[in-house]
Nanobody, 125 residues
Framework: QVHLVESGGGLVQTGGSLRLSCSAS????????IAWFRQAPGKEREFVAS????????NYANSLKGRFAASRDDAKDTVYLQMNTLKPEDTAVYYC??????????????????WGQGTQVTVSS
């Protein structure tokens, strides 16, 4: 079992930045593809980004390329999502998810086995 914990969410003004973190207890994250998803009120959960086990490959939702960046620090056993130039439409609960079987291109929630509880990101206009 892997227990994922997100942190770093909060309230930010339009144009601001936040960095989310995803850490784990129970097992190291090194053997997992890690993805970020988000869900806004009244909307379906959507894929944001994913990062390979080595950190060398990343995959992003087309609409977020250039603003969001996923990275991982194996020494800290933490995966990050750097979010820049935030917009009100980025307001959502952000979740990290882990899969030991998928590839970095996996963008469906069903492809991930473990989920965190989410962290709220609110972008004010």
């Amino acid at each position: 079992q892997v227990h994922l914990v997100e942190s770093g969410g909060g309230l930010v003004q339009t144009g601001g930045s936040l960095r989310l973190s995803c850490s784990a207890s129970g097992r190291t994250l090194s053997g997992f593809i890690i993805a970020w998803f988000r869900q806004a009120p009244g909307k379906e959960r959507e894929f944001v980004a994913s990062i390979s086990r080595s950190g060398g490959l990343t995959n992003y939702a087309n609409s977020l390329k250039g603003r969001f960046a996923a990275s991982r620090d194996d020494a800290k056993d933490t995966v990050y999502l750097q979010m820049n130039t935030l917009k009100p439409e980025d307001t959502a609960v952000y979740y990290c998810a882990a899969s030991s079987k998928s590839v970095v291109s996996a963008a469906l929630g069903s492809e991930y086995d473990y989920w965190g509880q989410g962290t709220q990101v609110t972008v004010s206009s």
